[in-house]
């Protein structure tokens, strides 16, 4: 809590700075606190708890509604210099940030609930609560503002109103040096060959950006693959097998994403590692694909007996004699209990593998102890009593191994209480799972622990054994076991999952893999559409199309550079995704404001340089005060701990800084060479 308030102060104070008024640093922040408390309130009436991931709400709330304030509190003090009155400054201020704000604020809103679509419970717990926060900006900082300058009105507009007002001029008045100089800068920058600025920026960015995501080596892989282009383009958008930026890494460390490497607790974690094999669990679940049978019923065994003394053909028997059949249940078959010991000998050789256990531990240990002779262990016995085994200590051993795995269980029976290695093996003994700790958190390092897994189920899942269980769950329940996603010659073949922390790991990983792309994509398709219908150009959201594609791939750009660190509190994993479509709806705020007042400069005057020197100068620069009250604001939070919000402050900053510089001078280009109709047509 003591870094938002830190940020809300420092936001105060940049603003107390730029405006030398107590009411021009306080009113947008009122403004934006408001919306900050409603969203806080709705949050704890609906019973949701501000978790480290749902705390940066407010920080987004903050992040989009200062923009909005600082716009609405500067065209109200542009009027009063004016020589507006009191009132009409705050009419002003309403009517000339109205439009703007709510396209805005929508493409803002679109940002967050294309999240809603994303199959994890706080990404739609952040849609649906930054929903909200949005539309309540509209109130708050569109009407609030102007309210409350005009009910608490300063000592020059009480001294004005008991005087004649200055006459109200028809061309705005530019207060500070530097914003005129603001201007004239843009407007060089956006003519003759000060557009090399720009476009060399721009240029370094997106040049940059493909050396780190690696962009180049994903596209070639692409076209050299020779599956189907539909295919690989499903691939490409996904998964990981024809990913298109090898380079920027989608899966998750989930101790740095939540705490940043140098933390304490990282550092525990890792000390934690040296001292046990493994800190990730993984379970695999084994089932049996044949049901147990039910007990024979007095009907049966009537049946039974009769047809014995008649001498006829026996009943068919499809049931269970507890009296005269084996036991039944997989953990009563040697095969199963076998193939169980070996595979974990065989993960056990893998670099990432620590420790493992299944109920092949406990028929070891029994095996151990009943065969040792004396009071002596002798550790040739800690084996499976397979025949195999017995036939290597004593060739002329004939006992049934089956029957030896049931006298250990039935010993087990009565040396236990119930459930207690129901984490080992089923009650009915037709169910077990194989446990085990993986010794690393690097996202790359448990992926390839989880393929390493999956590929040695897919190879022995037909051995002796292994061909009587089902492995893993590829849904919610059993009923993956059969069907196309269960047969491997089908297109629809899925790998069962692997359960346990590394399941769950991977799992996000999946979610990242099938939204990185499609979910900004989403957003960019949602805020086109919107935007072609509120300017009625096609060009226009083309253009803001543009710099938003420019942002995107600078953010990959970012994921791709902390990839290449191995910095895992700042690569795309699902915590840092969510920047990506909220950046994206931020960033076009800016060129919405920039567009609405060229329009409304060209529109009065019909001279570009000036309607660019004029809207630079006023909304440009409101824009650049913004960033640099919402880059101020997020400077504590790039000094906490926790790696989610280090990573949103992160992202965010880069994300406004590229919004803003191409805002104020690529857009200007872009708007110059086409002339839309939208800003261009006078009439």
């Known amino acids: 809590w003591y870094l938002f308030v830190a940020s809300i102060l420092i936001a105060f104070l940049i603003l107390f700075m730029e405006t030398k008024s107590i009411r021009g640093a306080l009113f947008p922040l009122a403004g934006v606190g408001m919306s900050i408390v409603w969203t806080l309130g709705l949050m704890g009436f609906s019973g949701f708890k501000l978790t480290t991931m749902m705390v940066l709400t407010p920080m987004l709330i903050l992040a989009v509604g200062m923009g909005h304030a600082i716009q609405v509190t500067r065209r109200y003090m542009q009027a009063r210099n004016e020589g507006e009155s009191n009132v009409h400054g705050a009419y002003l201020a309403l009517g000339f940030t109205a439009v703007p704000a709510v396209l805005s604020i ?21 849609a649906y609560f930054g929903m909200f926060g949005m539309f309540s900006l509209l109130i708050t900082t569109t009407t609030l503002i102007p309210i409350l300058m005009n009910a608490f009105p300063s000592a020059e507009d009480k001294e004005a109103a008991n005087n004649e007002e200055k006459e109200p001029t028809d061309h705005p008045i530019v207060g500070y040096a530097w914003e005129r100089k603001l201007g004239e800068a843009a407007l060089w920058m956006t003519t003759g060959m000060g557009r090399l600025v720009p476009l060399t920026v721009v240029f370094v960015i997106l040049a940059t950006s493909w050396h780190y995501t690696k962009i180049g080596e994903g596209i070639e892989k692409f076209v050299a693959d020779d599956r189907p282009f539909t295919q690989k383009l499903k691939l490409a958008a996904t998964s990981d097998e024809l990913d298109i930026m090898p380079g920027v890494e989608k899966g998750i460390d989930y101790a740095q994403a939540a705490f940043k490497v140098q933390s304490g607790p990282v550092q525990d974690i890792f000390h934690l590692n040296t001292l046990m094999p493994g800190v990730i669990s993984f379970s695999i679940p084994l089932r049996a694909k044949k049901p147990l049978l039910a007990e024979c019923d007095d009907a049966y065994y009537e049946k039974y007996d009769a047809a014995d003394e008649a001498g006829t053909a026996l009943p068919p028997k499809n049931c269970y004699d507890p009296d005269n059949d084996p036991a039944q249940g997989i953990m009563n078959d040697i095969e199963v209990i076998d193939a169980i010991a070996k ?40 084996e499976i009593p397979s025949e195999s085994f017995l036939k290597t200590k004593d060739a002329s051993d004939d006992r049934d191994p089956n029957d030896i795995i049931s006298t250990y269980n039935g010993l087990l029976d009565m ?19 194989i446990l085990g700790f993986i010794n690393t958190m690097h996202p790359k390092e448990t992926h390839a622990a989880m393929l390493f897994l999956q590929d040695y189920i897919e190879k022995h899942k037909n051995d002796p054994g292994f061909n009587k269980v089902y492995f893993g769950y590829r849904n919610a329940d059993a009923s993956g076991d059969t069907g196309e996603i269960a047969d491997d010659t089908s297109a629809q073949y ?40 509120i300017f009625r150009s096609v060009l226009m959201s083309g253009f803001l199309m543009t710099i938003l594609g420019i942002t995107l791939f600078a953010q990959y750009g970012l994921a791709g550079y902390f990839t290449s660190m191995e910095s895992w509190s700042g690569n795309l994993h699902f915590g840092n995704l969510v920047t990506l479509s909220i950046a994206m709806g931020l960033g076009v705020d800016y ?14 005057h019909g001279n570009w340089p000036e309607a ?31 790696g989610n919000t280090w990573g949103l402050s992160v992202y965010i900053t880069e994300a406004v800084l590229i919004d803003v510089f191409t805002s104020l001078t690529l857009l200007p280009i872009m708007l110059y060479l086409f002339k839309p109709k939208y800003i261009f047509d006078r009439k």
């Open 591 to 604: 060129s919405i404001y920039m567009v609405s007042k060229l329009r409304d400069e060209y529109q009065r």
């Open 106 to 126: 929508v493409t803002d809103a679109i940002g967050f609930a294309t999240l809603a679509s994303v199959d994890i419970s706080f990404y739609k717990a952040y």
């Open 494 to 533: 899925e790998k069962p999952g692997i359960g346990g922390f590394l399941g769950a790991t991977e799992a996000t990983r999946d979610v990242t893999y099938e939204n990185w792309i499609m979910n900004p994509l989403g957003t960019a398709i949602a805020i086109f559409l919107v935007a072609s219908l």
């Open 612 to 642: 660019l020197k004029t809207t630079v100068a006023t909304t440009g620069s409101s824009v650049l005060i913004s960033v640099i009250v919402l880059i101020g604001a997020f400077i504590p939070l790039m000094a906490t701990d926790l």
């Open 343 to 382: 595979m974990e000998i065989e993960i056990r050789k893998n670099e990432f593998i620590g420790f493992t256990a299944s109920y092949a531990q406990y028929i070891r240990i029994a095996n151990l102890l009943l065969m040792s002779e004396g009071n002596k262990l002798d550790f040739y016995n800690f």
């Open 415 to 433: 040396a236990s209480s119930a459930g207690d290695l129901t984490s080992m093996v089923g009650q009915d003994y037709n169910a077990g799972v």
